[in-house]
């Protein structure tokens, strides 16, 4: 599959730190004092702005945490009744008619029992063809939606809504991307930004486009560039590790999803965090992990890697996000094997990678092995804007998925059940493959696999076709021309399976048996009667339907 994955792109910074303005630089957060009170705030919309009908307010942040006595609010001079949540310092107007095209101004006025009265005031733009915010989604978006929280669900975070203004957003770059066929593979024209001599344009930056629909939050920003459908394109931006990165963080708390025709735009709402916390993915008990990275992300996470090539392993990341956190820098990273043995890294942090800030990425050189139970230790010191350090450190186990793509079914097939199994069982469950001889489909984990062939039965002997055996239990076939052989591998066994004579042989070691591997239409087919006999699986018939069950 060919994937063009653009940067994710944050405002400002990425960072979720103790103010909302640290990642929207759009919105000015400034500190005065007011006869010795002291108070910051945060004024919106700002600058040109396409809804006819924006939010329009101020957060106000009062360091001594006092309630103003009144507070009168104005647009164009007009009084209006806004909301106010003190518990917040937020006032806002919402207006009950669209906005003509034009500039306004807008002003605040408050007082605190023993100070002078204080005033805000500032101007902002309502453009020509402005737009009212979608609040309408579609199958598709909705479909979407729930992906995204299937993996919050098993990275252990909380589901995240739709915000209507980051809806409206990524409706809105989607189309100017398709519009004006931006090409990301022959150009370097970044999926990111927009050009304002080209029709669509609503802002240059993802900074100026949530200016644009009002959005006063942290935002980031992930687009994808494939002719597949919404949930497939969030797959491979999960699977990439920069494009990850908005997937984790805990403050997520809304989102907007769009799709037109190959271009894929998920704009991220951030809320204002409680504490740092670290966050690693694949997560603790995880049995269904990828095992392969082909890359197609943009930039390249192997660019400050030059020995390193395509395919390596599934990506590891570690995160730490939260309010007051600068930057992280990574201490120790290791991962094992089964066996304890080390697995080979490509370590990408802060220090060496400038696309980084609070996480880190791990990559194994080498695609990691189907069906396999891996340890992982990281430690990580999170630097603080004020200065201080704090270390962070955790050791967790994850197993692979027996057949490539089985996780992603799984999860969209059923969260809750994926959450409950890494919760409640571990890495202790046994994989359930069932092949149906009168069927043409195998069932992997409760997943339907089309059969390459389906399964032949001769002189009273059911046979079935090792490609798809292999595919099924995690194991990779090769076929040995000089032996006549197929010769099947998972781990540390290595089965030849001779179709020229009764035998078979595994590990080096060669057996006799009734019940030879077969060459049936140049296939190499294999007696259910001789699996139990190699493959170290349970292996059970039920003669009523048929079927042949194998556990391992």
Do not use: C
Not at 126 to 145: F, I, N, P, R, Y
Not at 205 to 219: H, P
Not at 281 to 287: E, K, L, Q, T, Y
Not at 377 to 386: C, G, I, R
Request: proline share 6%.
């Amino acid at each position: 599959m060919n994937v063009i994955l653009a940067p994710r792109k944050w405002t400002a910074s990425v960072k979720i730190v103790a103010i909302l303005i640290v990642l929207l630089s759009s919105l000015i957060w400034s500190a005065k004092p007011s006869y010795a009170l002291s108070y910051g705030y945060l004024t919106y919309p700002q600058g040109n702005v396409g809804l006819v009908r924006p939010d329009i307010g101020v957060n106000l942040d009062v360091i001594e945490g006092m309630a103003p006595e009144n507070y009168h609010f104005y647009v164009n001079e007009q009084e209006v009744n806004v909301s106010y949540e003190p518990a917040a310092g937020k006032y806002v107007y919402h207006p009950q008619a669209d906005l003509a095209p034009g500039t306004y101004s807008a002003r605040l006025m408050f007082s605190f029992s023993g100070y002078e009265p204080v005033q805000i005031a500032w101007n902002f733009n309502v453009v020509k063809d402005a737009v009212s915010l979608s609040t309408e989604t579609s199958k598709e978006q909705q479909e979407g939606l729930q992906a995204i929280n299937d993996y919050r669900a098993k990275l252990g975070l909380t589901k995240v809504k739709f915000s209507d203004a980051l809806n409206t957003a990524a409706q809105k770059h989607a189309q100017y991307l398709s519009q004006n066929k931006i090409d990301p593979i022959n150009t370097s024209v970044s999926l990111h930004d927009e050009d304002p001599a080209q029709p669509g344009y609503i802002g240059k930056s993802l900074k100026e486009r949530a200016q644009y629909i009002g959005y006063t939050g942290g935002s980031a920003e992930d687009v994808a560039y494939n002719r597949v459908s919404l949930v497939e394109a969030i797959d491979s931006l999960f699977d990439a590790p920069y494009h990850r990165t908005p997937f984790m963080v805990p403050e997520l708390t809304e989102i907007g999803i769009y799709k037109e025709d190959a271009y894929h735009v998920i704009e991220f709402g951030f809320s204002e965090g409680n504490s740092p916390e670290l966050v690693v993915s694949p997560g603790s008990n995880d049995i269904y992990v990828p095992t392969v990275f082909d890359g197609h992300e943009t930039p390249d996470p192997l660019r400050n890697h030059p020995e390193a090539q395509y395919p390596v392993g599934y990506p590891i990341m570690a995160s730490v996000n939260g309010p007051g956190v600068k930057n992280v820098r990574l201490d120790e990273a290791q991962l094992e094997d089964e066996s304890g043995k080390s697995v080979s890294l490509l370590k990408s942090e802060p220090g060496n990678d400038d696309h980084l800030h609070t996480e880190v990425i791990l990559m194994p050189t080498k695609p990691l092995q189907l069906d396999t139970t891996y340890k992982a230790k990281v430690k990580l010191t999170a630097t603080m804007e004020d200065g201080s350090t704090k270390a962070y450190m955790k050791e967790w186990s994850f197993r692979t998925e027996p057949s490539a793509g089985l996780g992603v079914l799984k999860l969209h097939e059923d969260a809750a059940a994926y959450t409950l199994q890494m919760n409640n069982f571990g890495l202790n469950q046994n994989h359930l493959v069932s092949f149906g001889l009168d069927a043409d489909k195998y069932v992997l984990d409760l997943i339907p696999y089309l059969m390459k062939q389906k399964p032949y039965i001769q002189e009273g002997t059911s046979y079935l076709y090792i490609r798809d055996l292999a595919a099924a239990l995690g194991a990779t076939v090769e076929w040995d021309d000089k032996q006549k052989a197929a010769v099947y591998k998972k781990k540390d066994k290595t089965i030849m399976f001779y179709t020229n004579r009764n035998a078979y042989n595994l590990n080096g070691v060669e057996h006799q048996t009734d019940a030879a591997a077969k060459l049936i239409n140049e296939t190499t087919m294999i007696p259910v009667r001789l699996l139990s006999e190699t493959l170290g699986a349970k292996v059970t018939y039920v003669d009523s339907t048929r079927t042949v069950n194998i556990s391992y």
